[in-house]
């Protein structure tokens, strides 16, 4: 089985993602640290309990990386998107299981590769590009020794639906349902994720400000 753990917000430097996550959410999130030998560096919005808003830029530190950079910041196209603006490109769901489920996935999971950040510790799988779908397929995370999410002060918005959009929304519900996710799982109470038809793929985030106000990030 595996859960929702965090949205990743991609943005062209992490001072224009910080302006636009206060712009449109009313707060500020907190420094989150640099992703060393990955090419990246983040800011941390807490969603309440075990879920949480990453902020993800290129870090100008590291002007070349192996591995590619994270979330495929590093990629001309992707560079393009976000000079326009931050925007979605993609999300992270945890496991307590990653190596038996990166086993049985294989090439489509991505390699297992450890993080760390002090004393917070990681293994992470970030799928090939052709495998995410379009970000809507998420990476996956184990975490040791307790979560990010635990650490980072509660911001008092909340994320209410995760809406992933594909023509081929079958594909996508198998492509979830192989990492051990089920969308449609009526024992599932803590469920996030609405899968829908749609022209194109599209992943839309709705949260609630603590003023009340509901807002879709996309």
């Keep these: ?52 808003l990453e902020i993800i830029a290129a870090d100008p530190a590291e002007s070349g990386s192996t591995p590619p950079r994270l979330f495929g910041l590093g990629d001309p196209a992707m560079r393009t998107l976000l000079a326009a603006g931050p925007r979605l490109v993609g999300w992270v769901a945890r496991t307590v299981a990653l190596d038996a489920v990166a086993g049985r996935l294989g090439h489509k999971a991505g390699e297992v590769r450890g993080m760390r950040r002090g004393d917070l510790e990681w293994r992470m799988a970030n799928p090939p590009h052709e495998e995410t779908m379009e970000g809507l397929v998420p990476s996956l995370i184990e975490w040791r020794g307790g979560g990010a999410a ?58 609630r400000r603590p003023d009340g106000t509901e807002v879709a990030f996309s």
């Design 1 to 52: 089985m595996a859960e929702f753990d965090h949205l990743v917000l991609g943005a062209d430097t992490l001072e224009a993602g910080a302006a636009y996550v206060e712009q449109r959410l009313g707060v500020a999130p907190v420094p989150g640290g640099r992703h060393e030998g990955f090419g990246t560096h983040n800011l941390l919005l807490g969603l309440g309990p075990g879920r949480y």
């Design 150 to 207: 635990e650490r980072i002060p509660d911001s008092g918005c909340r994320l209410l639906t995760l809406e992933a959009e594909h023509p081929a929304v079958d594909a996508l519900r198998s492509a979830l349902a192989e990492r051990g996710l089920d969308p449609e799982d009526e024992d599932d109470r803590d469920t996030l994720l609405v899968l829908k038809p749609g022209p194109q793929p599209r992943l839309v985030a709705r949260l």
